[in-house]
């Protein structure tokens, strides 16, 4: 298992992110997408380990 989260700034770049997540990457398990303040914070366990290189080419920032 793996933990990780993004931060991006906006509703659609975060909904894009978890599609990207899913149906690209290939990430199963519990995703979470979280406001805070203007920005959106997307909290993953992920069920099989992610490669850095894979996560470095997603947008937003990593938290």
Same mark, same amino acid.
């Given at each position: 298992m793996?933990?990780?989260?993004f931060i991006?700034?906006?509703?659609?770049t975060?909904?894009?992110?978890?599609?990207?997540?899913? &149906?690209?990457v290939g990430? !199963?398990?519990?995703?979470?997408? *979280?406001?805070?303040g203007?920005a959106? +914070?997307? &909290?993953?366990?992920?069920? !099989?380990e992610v490669?850095?290189? *894979?996560?470095?080419?997603?947008?937003? +920032?990593?938290?």
């Amino acid at each position: 298992m793996q933990q990780f989260s993004f931060i991006v700034e906006d509703l659609e770049t975060a909904k894009d992110l978890v599609r990207r997540l899913w &149906d690209e990457v290939g990430v !199963r398990g519990e995703v979470a997408l *979280v406001p805070i303040g203007d920005a959106y +914070k997307i &909290d993953v366990i992920a069920e !099989r380990e992610v490669p850095e290189t *894979v996560l470095d080419q997603l947008p937003g +920032k990593r938290a």
